[in-house]
């Protein structure tokens, strides 16, 4: 199975980009696994390939052309921290599409028990969605949306609709693999549950933890800092 790790990514995030693929490769064996970035201003970065997206919309994915050689993508994203392996992302029997749903504030969009997408922690197997990339347009060209009752108009809500509307093969991954930071503090009985098996911690929000520490989270910017707990 050939597969591949892919971002995007710009210059201002370069130093979490940096952090992310070290305590990645710390925790995870990334032999014959291809490392891509996309990104405007980023030309060259070692150990990877950089291509440049079509747009900054969801087609920044690149699952029209540039990921349709791969058999597996995994995506990951520039303020996540890794923890843990995440083995069973590249390796693990998973659907055709795989993902960590949002918390409850990551907006209130379900379509029939399909959980709110989180675009950074999800896998796609190109091959076993070869019209992905026509459905996501029309449904992003479909100037009558109004799903769930309210404006959704963001790369995640375009992705969340699309499981439902064309009835995707998909699983919802474990929190662990993507675990907001916001349970920190929103939700702290299921960050205690969870803290020792967490393998990714998301840094969703400002600052990002390379700029300073957001107030009330001032201890997990110790955490980006140091590389563990």
């Known amino acids: 199975m050939r597969t591949c790790l892919y971002t995007y990514c710009s210059k201002a995030y370069i130093e979490g980009l940096d952090k992310a693929l070290s305590t990645m490769k ?5 032999d014959n696994i291809d490392i891509i970035i996309a990104s405007f201003d980023i030309d060259n970065y070692p150990g990877a390939k950089v291509i440049k997206p079509l747009s900054e919309d969801w087609t920044k994915y690149a699952i029209d052309g540039f990921l349709l050689d791969y058999d597996r993508v995994a995506y990951f994203q520039s303020d996540e921290l890794y923890l843990g392996s995440i083995d069973y992302l590249l390796r693990g029997d998973l659907k055709p599409f795989a993902y960590v749903a949002n918390g409850e504030w990551g907006g209130p969009c379900l379509y029939n ?3 709110h997408v989180h675009t ?6 190109p091959k076993l969605l070869p019209n ?3 459905q996501l347009k ?11 009752g309210r404006p959704a108009n963001t790369d995640q809500d375009y992705f969340t609709e699309w499981l439902y509307k064309y009835n995707i093969d998909f699983e919802v991954l474990p929190h662990i ?3 907001a930071k916001r349970y920190y503090v929103k939700d702290r009985d299921t960050w205690d549950k969870l803290k020792s098996d967490i393998r ?3 840094y969703v929000g400002s600052p990002k933890p390379w700029e300073g520490d957001e107030f009330g989270y001032e201890s997990l910017g110790g955490v980006w800092r140091r590389g563990a707990f």
């Open 26 to 30: 710390a925790h995870n064996d990334l």
């Open 177 to 179: 693999y993507s675990m």
């Open 113 to 115: 028990g399909v959980k």
């Open 138 to 148: 029309a449904i992003s060209e479909d100037t009558n949306r109004d799903p769930c």
């Open 120 to 125: 950074g922690g999800m896998v796609i197997h």
């Open 132 to 134: 992905a990339h026509a």
């Open 200 to 202: 990714v911690l998301h």
